[in-house]
């Protein structure tokens, strides 16, 4: 990808001429005439290298270097002077300029500096990362070692050093975020923000704002201007989860996004260049959501470039005692206790669930019995008294005479089966959406779409008490 430098130079010849030579040797330029021009423009766009004259009509270059700085963090400055103000060139370097070179300058001198420059600061931004993931301890990991998750890791290994847009599909709780961020961690971008937005968690209403920005004045409330998650992503990797949530009157926008890079706030006049990779992630089926006309095709097909089906915890259970000894890894000073790990009665009942919240619900499971344990090893009683506590107990009783000796249209099955679960959730929360949504592992509007698409009303779930005398 093309570094952005932006180039600040009063003199329109000079100017126009400097941005012609930086688009032959493969960068791209943005040229302005003036200090107050190139501030406003690095606050409104991502560069990752900036050109500026010291002696400039207005603010000159010195005087804007800090607030430069300030509006573009990660780019560094490079000034330009005559041979009469070295002095001021000087003092920029002592104001935080990376470099400067005198005019007359040479094309090749120019592309050493801006060389060494980018070199510079991609080797910042990978230290950085290195020593935030060591110091958090949290480089991601894809633990598994069936074959389904071996073709998973072999997939992301794949697609991660690539620019291709990736669809991560899998049911709730299946581990999509832990492969989105392995995805940018072994990604060129990974030294640049990683922006994760759920689309389902937005009200509809700020979804267009919080994902595109606005400028000020939009809208009554717009007070400043906004940058949206894309521009705050730019360079990076941004996730959107649950995007089967996304409403039609925004996908077009998204599409513009994936096709052209480029982006719009609301209630702006002109696009945006974005340079930044789209890793989605949905537990909805969206070809059923595009023949329903729910979801835009175009959009689907973009989207899935390169696609990633998740396996349930159910499909691989082969994988459990690894996602044991991981998660206690983690349980053990989170809660305050030295776990070992989990006895072979324990083990059995792990094995014996069906886990519809998958990967989530087993970590909240050994959270909850690491709290109520008394020794180093998790017992059965444990594991029992935390799993009394899990949504699987209602779902195995309830979907039990669903899945037995059953033929047919799969999906058909697998439909019958979620509504069974939703009304078995609905049953033990009184009705309460929102505790039912906690138990199932979803959010409550994902969970109110699925009532409505299933039809389900009070009385599939209401409690029935027999009458008194």
């Known amino acids: 990808m093309s570094a952005r430098i932006l180039v600040i130079e009063d003199d329109a010849a000079f100017l126009a001429m400097l941005c012609e030579a930086l688009v032959s040797r493969g960068y791209a330029p943005c040229g302005v005439g003036s200090a107050e ?58 104001l935080g300029a990376y470099d400067f070179f005198a005019k007359p300058f040479s094309l090749a001198e120019m592309e050493v500096v801006i060389r060494r420059a980018l070199e510079r600061r991609e080797l910042k931004d990978e230290l950085n990362r290195l020593k935030s993931a060591l110091a958090a301890g949290n480089e991601p990991t894809i633990v598994g070692q069936s074959p389904v998750m071996r073709a998973v890791v072999d997939m992301v290994r794949r697609v991660a050093p690539l620019d291709s ?142 696609a990633i089906p998740l396996p349930p915890l159910r499909d691989r259970k082969e994988d459990l005692p690894l ?65 009394d506590g899990s949504t699987r107990q209602v779902a195995v009783t309830d979907t039990a005479d669903t899945v037995s000796d059953t033929t047919g249209n799969l999906r058909d099955t697998l439909q019958d089966m979620e509504r069974n679960m939703i009304v078995a959730a609905l049953k033990k929360t009184g009705g309460v959406q929102k505790d039912a949504a906690r138990l199932l592992g979803v959010s409550p509007k994902n969970l109110w779409n699925k009532i409505q698409k299933h039809g389900i009303g009070t009385a599939d779930y209401a409690v029935s008490t027999a009458p008194t005398a």
């Open 37 to 94: 021009e190139g501030l406003s423009r690095a606050k409104a766009e991502s560069f990752d290298l900036v050109l500026t004259d010291v002696m400039l009509p207005g603010m000159d270059g010195l005087e804007g270097l800090s607030r430069l700085k300030e509006a573009s963090p990660r780019a560094d400055v490079i000034v330009m002077t005559g041979y009469a103000t070295r002095e001021k060139a000087l003092e920029a370097i002592k």
């Open 165 to 306: 847009t990736v669809l991560i599909t899998g049911e709730s709780g299946a581990g999509k975020e832990v492969v989105a961020d392995a995805i940018h961690a072994l990604s060129k971008r990974a030294g640049a923000p990683f922006i994760k937005v759920n689309c389902a968690a937005i009200p509809e209403n700020l979804l267009e704002s919080e994902l595109f920005g606005h400028e000020k004045g939009a809208f009554t409330g717009a007070v400043a201007l906004k940058k949206g998650k894309f521009e705050l992503a730019q360079n990076g990797t941004i996730m959107l989860d649950e995007i089967g949530d996304m409403p039609l009157f925004l996908q077009p926008k998204l599409l513009r996004a994936v096709e052209q890079k480029q982006i719009e706030r609301v209630g702006g006049t002109r696009p945006i260049d974005i340079d930044i990779r789209i890793v989605a992630a949905t537990n909805q089926d969206l070809q059923t959501l595009v023949a329903e006309k729910k979801f835009r095709a175009d959009l689907f097909y973009r989207l899935s470039v390169a």
């Open 323 to 387: 996602l044991v000894g991981h998660f206690l890894e983690r349980i053990n000073p989170r809660v305050g206790v030295n776990l070992r790990g989990v006895s072979r009665e324990g083990m059995q009942l792990l094995y014996d669930c069906d886990w519809p919240g998958n990967v989530r619900q087993l970590a909240n499971v050994l959270e909850r019995a690491a709290i109520v344990s008394s020794g180093d090893v998790l017992t059965a009683a444990d594991i029992h008294r935390a799993l």
